[in-house]
């Protein structure tokens, strides 16, 4: 996947839900017929059960596998950590706390968000085993930079570099029982929308964005940002509490929505239509609103 664009606006890479336990945002995701990888293991107390899509995007559940890792990683200046736990005291145990962008080069990432007083911390580098559904293991390794506005404890966005991605084959991974294929758009709730606009024009790497309403077009997907009021009015889901920014739903790309419907049914899974998309509500293991939507 091309990291970022000639004019420097980065692509979407993956989306952080934070869960309480792995285990049960498997069963979730298995009853919404997504494949999901085996257990990742981080280094810091965190750990993670991804569901890969075909266009290079990915959904990271997110939950703590060691406390005391954890904390002592907070205590360390780990921002990741950090973030996890602000967003866990703020919303809970169960959401959806970040949206992650690809980029060439972490280091000018974290220097922009520096130089826009928006930097919610040091960048973090890392590694970790990857063992894919055959079994056959390598080593992933990233680096990290994290932008937040000042107080903001719902939200945060984090570029990601690749340093070592793994040939692996992951097309198993890929071919999910309900036909998602990839992610098409992102939709954040906030009360404050100057503010939260900066933040993400900055964060998605398009300083003219900040100036084209709320919706904003990324390389492979949409990121939107609605008031709380026009949210539910288009998806039928309820906006929650008051917040500055949340994320709040994610557009999967489906091949037939008959078949997604007829699937989501075979499995007890309560969905309602709005208009062509298939709505499903959050729940335990899920962390947003996930709507799937048929395209040609």
Do not use: W
Request: hydrophobic share 45%; proline share 4%.
């Amino acid at each position: 996947m091309t990291r970022t664009t000639a004019a420097g606006i980065h692509p979407l890479d993956h989306l952080v839900l934070p869960t309480q336990s792995l285990d049960v945002a498997r069963a979730r995701l298995s009853s919404l017929g997504f494949v999901v990888a085996p257990n990742g293991i981080h280094p810091f107390g965190t750990e993670n059960c991804c569901v890969f899509l075909a266009d290079g995007t990915y959904l990271e559940p997110l939950a703590i596998g060691s406390e005391l890792a954890a904390i002592d990683a907070v205590a360390a200046g780990n921002v990741f950590v950090a973030r996890d736990r602000l967003y866990r005291d703020s919303r809970g145990d169960e959401g959806f706390s970040a949206v992650v962008l690809g980029t060439d080069s972490a280091d000018a990432d974290h220097a922009r968000y520096v130089e826009a007083g928006l930097s919610a911390g040091d960048t973090l580098s890392f590694s970790r085993a990857f063992t894919d559904t055959a079994g056959r293991s390598n080593t992933a390794s990233f680096k990290l930079a994290f932008a937040a506005a000042q107080g903001q404890t719902d939200a945060f966005l984090f570029a990601c570099q690749r340093i070592n991605a793994p040939d692996v084959d992951r097309s198993a991974l890929q071919a999910h029982a309900n036909g998602a294929i990839g992610i098409v758009e992102v939709v954040a709730i906030r009360d404050q929308p100057a503010e939260q606009n900066r933040l993400i024009s900055v964060g998605v790497g398009s300083p003219a964005a900040s100036g084209q309403g709320s919706t904003y077009h990324l390389p492979n997907a949409t990121l939107s940002v609605v008031d709380p009021a026009s949210f539910t009015a288009r998806f039928g889901v309820s906006a929650g509490s008051p917040t500055r920014l949340r994320f709040a739903a994610v557009v999967f790309a489906v091949g037939s929505a008959e078949a997604t419907s007829r699937l989501l049914a075979a499995n007890a899974i309560q969905h309602d239509i709005a208009g062509t998309d298939i709505v499903v509500q959050p729940a335990s293991g899920q962390g947003a609103a996930f709507i799937f939507r048929e395209i040609q």
